[in-house]
């Protein structure tokens, strides 16, 4: 089955540590995002990256980096310096041409210790 | 500044009734609109989008209707069933933004169909 997958699902950190959440997508498409869901709110976009070794920040970059080696991954570090990090992560993935809609994985919930 | 707008957080409607889901939007650059529903602890569904050059797409109960002179857009979903029981969200993307695919999503509602 194609798709996008996330792990872990649940993840905790302590303050001060740096996570990792990873995705990786077999729908072979070009184009990869981050957002961050919090309660009552919509996604907000953190990172994208249109092809390999290209990315660019979102609307929240602040705290988070990103790298883009491969097509099938794109993986998001959570940094020290993201003051409020606990939120549930959603990575998604699309054809890079034209109006298309971006397809999710499951997430990843980060939570504080 | 909120461009997608979603007023209502949540709706409740009869299990075999319409459902009508609405999305506002401030940026008259946005040229394709979309819908995803969402369960608890899972990633968004893809339900139906729609092109600014049309305003009506259909797709088996499902219907979105654009409005773009009041930059409105609807989502029906008609007869609702209890599984269509989710967060539904609305997202939308601009002009020249195309070859990126940045969407900027609504704040959600939840929708509940009683059985």
């Known amino acids: 089955d194609g798709g996008i997958t996330q792990s872990p699902k649940y993840l905790f950190r302590k303050e001060g540590q740096n996570v990792t959440l990873s995705c990786e997508q077999n729908l072979n498409h070009d184009a990869m995002y981050w957002y961050r869901q919090d309660p009552g709110q919509g996604l907000r976009l953190i990172y994208y990256s249109q092809i390999v070794n290209d990315f660019q920040k979102g609307d929240i970059a602040e705290g988070y980096s990103v790298s883009r080696e491969k097509k099938e991954s794109f993986p998001l570090t959570v940094t020290s310096a993201q003051k409020n990090p606990t939120a549930f992560y959603l990575c998604?993935?699309?054809?890079?041409?034209?109006?298309?809609?971006?397809?999710f994985g499951d997430g990843t919930r980060l939570s504080i210790l | 500044d909120q461009q997608v707008k979603q007023n209502s957080p949540s709706l409740s409607v009869q299990e075999g009734r319409i459902s009508i889901l609405n999305c506002d939007y401030t940026n008259s650059m946005f040229d394709y609109f979309l819908w995803y529903k969402k369960y608890p602890a899972e990633g968004p569904t893809f339900l139906i989008s729609i092109s600014s050059i049309k305003d009506k797409n259909e797709d088996g109960r499902f219907t979105v209707f654009l409005n773009k002179s009041a930059k409105h857009l609807s989502l029906h979903i008609v007869p609702s069933q209890p599984g269509d029981s989710a967060v539904y969200f609305c997202?939308?993307?601009?002009?020249?933004?195309?070859?990126?695919?940045?969407?900027?999503f609504g704040q959600g509602t939840t929708l509940q169909v009683k059985p």
């Open positions: 997202a939308a993307s601009a002009i020249g933004s195309s070859n990126t695919g940045k969407l900027i």
């Open positions: 998604a993935s699309s054809i890079r041409r034209g109006n298309q809609p971006q397809h």
